[in-house]
């Protein structure tokens, strides 16, 4: 990565599994992923908590989230991350 003079990469693909489904798992996806030069394990969560609550809060407009009959809300806001929230 570095060698190419890119510190940051990213993708969103859309995945195909080749096996079964279940309700927790379906067959296609979509992934996103990254990669940083020189970021350590605290980067990436502060990073990945800057991505999840902006998408939340473009696409869902709301931090409320429904996940197995139990409700979660965040109220903290992105710390910096290098993500626009």
Do not use: K
């Amino acid at each position: 990565m570095r060698g190419g003079g890119i510190d940051r990469v990213y993708e969103v693909a859309r995945c195909f599994r080749n096996e079964g489904m279940d309700p927790s798992h379906l067959q296609d996806f979509t992934m996103c992923e990254w990669y940083a030069a020189y970021w350590d394990f605290r980067d990436n969560m502060d990073f990945t908590e800057g991505l999840v609550l902006h998408l939340l809060d473009e696409a869902a407009r709301s931090r409320r989230v429904v996940w197995a009959a139990s409700r979660s809300t965040s109220r903290r806001r992105g710390r910096g991350s290098g993500c626009a929230t």
